[in-house]
Every structure is written in C-alpha cells, then in structure tokens.
C-alpha cells in the first residue's frame, strides 16, 4: 500500500504541475490578491479534481463523455473561461483600489474574493473536457497499477496519495506566485494580470474549437 500511495503521489505531481487555465486564474488572483486567492483557487480547482478522481475510479466517470452531457459541460466551461479571460482584461487596465474598507466591511471584503476564488476553481476543474477524459479512462489504469490491491481499500489509498500530492501543490503553486508578485513591479503585475486574460481567453477558443471538430 506504501508503493500505491507513492505512485499516486507522483501521478498526481504530474497531472498538477501540467500548466494551464487554473494555473492561469490562480496567477492573476494572485497578482493582485496574493497568496491568499492564488490559494482558494487551486483549492477549489481540487474539489472539482476529487469529483472527477471519485466518479473515474468508479467507473461513472465514462458516463461523462456521452455527447449529451460532454457538450454542454464544455460548453460552461468554455463560458466560464471567456468571463475570466474577460475580467483579466479588465483588471489589467484598472488600478489596484487603494482605500480601506471600514472596520464593519473588513471581514466581507475578504471572505467574498476567497468564496469566489474557491467556486471559480471548482468550475473550471468541473468544466474541463480533459479532466473528463483523464479520469474516464483511469479506472483501468489504476488497476493495473494497483494489481492484486485492486479493491475499495487500495482504490482508497491511490486516492488519498493523488489528493495528498494535489494539496501539496496547492501550497506551492500559490506560494510561488504570491512570491513572484512581491518580486515584480506594478507595471509587470498589469501585464500578467493581461497575458493571464488573454491566456484563457485563448483556451476557451482551443475547447470551442475542439467540442465542433471532435476528438
């Protein structure tokens, strides 16, 4: 079970690392929030991933790519891309507001950003075609991974390892840009706040593209 996890671990480095469209939210949160929103990013973006990872090693996963519900799921998240892309824009031309909230707003102020943050993640994790292909065809990966562990109790532990390693990349990636933010000028922050904007409009374009030509 100890090599189960390991490898589960190291599969879910590898799925996490992988650069894309919540890398590219957590960024531009980030660029203007700091650690805190790049966090609830990735930690929504991992609720959506457990979703996914629960649904694929139990088999229902597939259900997901029948046309009927692979179409409109990419569809929202094809929207959902373009209103982030859209608001990345949008920020990267507005400054940063500069007056405090009083003492009676401090703790809304916070908690509403975070809340989105965290719903925002979980949608594009929900809305992403490729996680639905991902986990669809893992079920047979993992047992063969697992072998003669392939039972609730090894499928338990693959999971546990995958959404250990997740959440050791939720602190790291949100570490890592909240770094990069104190590293960079204003100027610099406008520009990724922009290319992180145009980054997603970009995706959403790609799945578009994708959903009409097929697989």
Known sequence: MVEVFVVAFWVGLAFNAAPGAVFGESLRRGMRGGFRPAFAVQVGSLAGDAVWAVLGLAGVGALFTVPALRVPLTVGGCLLLCWLGVAGLRDAFSAPRGAAPGAGQVAAAETRPLV?????????????????????????????????????????????????????????????????????????????????????????????ARLVTGP
Not at 136 to 160: C, E, K, N, Q, Y
């Open 116 to 208: 989105s943050a965290v719903a925002v993640g979980a949608g594009m994790s929900l809305g992403n075609p490729w996680n639905v292909v991902y986990w669809s065809g893992a079920a047979g990966a993992v047992g063969a991974v697992l072998g003669r562990h392939a039972d609730v109790a090894g499928l338990a532990t693959f999971f546990t390892g995958f959404m250990a390693s997740s959440l050791v990349w939720c602190f790291v990636s949100a570490g890592f840009v909240a770094l990069l933010r104190r590293a960079v000028p204003p100027p610099a922050v406008r520009v990724l706040e922009g290319v992180c904007g145009l980054a997603l409009i970009a995706l959403a374009v790609v799945l578009a």
